[in-house]
């Protein structure tokens, strides 16, 4: 069974940083991108970040270089390091996994249960 374990949210300032992870446990016959979502209440889930098997990234024009994601193929984790945060990225973050599971043949899309990111004074 394919499960996202999320890390790293909480409550910082404006301008500051934090580093959220995601680890996936299961067995898989391949894995194609990763990355982070985000919501906040009454919008859709929209793309933070994403990066390709062969670690090309793909971001947010708001978060264009404030944020850096990253993934360890061999571990199977994708972090998100966010720099200069803003009262405007408040939001729960997901991590997503766009995967085959072993034994088969087919793609889905798995999901973290989401970690809350809070950028106040």
């Known amino acids: 069974q394919v499960q996202l374990v999320e890390s790293g949210g909480g409550l910082v300032q404006p301008g500051g940083s934090l580093r959220l992870s995601c680890a996936a446990s299961g067995m898989f016959s391949s894995i194609n991108i990763m990355g982070w979502y985000r919501q906040t209440p009454g919008k859709q889930r929209e793309l933070v970040a994403d990066?390709?098997?062969?670690?090309?990234?793909n971001y947010a024009d708001s978060v264009k270089g404030r944020f850096t994601i990253s993934r360890d193929n061999t571990k199977i984790t994708v972090s998100l390091q966010m720099n200069d945060l803003k009262p405007e990225d408040t939001a729960v973050y997901y991590c997503n996994l766009q995967a085959t599971p072993y034994p088969g043949s087919r793609q889905y899309n798995y999901w973290g249960q989401g970690t809350q990111v809070t950028v106040s004074s």
């Open positions: 990066v390709s098997r062969g670690g090309l990234t």
